[in-house]
C-alpha cells in the first residue's frame, strides 16, 4: 500500500469503519478524487454499519491502491 492514499484510507475504514472514514476532512487528495472516493464510502456504508462489509470494502480499497502503484511503476511515474 506504500504512500498510496487509498492505501491509508483501507487502513482507516479496517480500524475505523466507515463512519469514521466519512467524517474525514478530506479522505485522498484533490477535489475530485475527494468526491469519487466519498461515493464510494457512502454507496458501501448505505445499509449501516456492517464489520464485515467494512473489512471487504477496505480490502478492496487496499486491492485499489495496489494496481494504482503497480500502474506508476510500470509507467515510471512518482508517487
Known sequence: ??????????????????????????PVIGREAGELVR??????????????????FARWLAEVALLITMRRDVRGESG
Do not use: K
Not at 458501501?44 to 471487504?56: F, K, S, T, Y
Open 39 to 56: 461515493g464510494w464510502l457512502r454507496a458501501a456504508a448505505g445499509a449501516g454499519a456492517n464489520l464485515q462489509r467494512e473489512v471487504v
Open 1 to 26: 500500500m506504500g504512500d498510496n492514499p487509498l492505501g491509508f484510507l483501507a487502513r482507516y475504514v479496517r480500524t475505523g469503519g466507515f463512519s469514521a472514514a466519512l467524517d474525514l476532512p478530506e
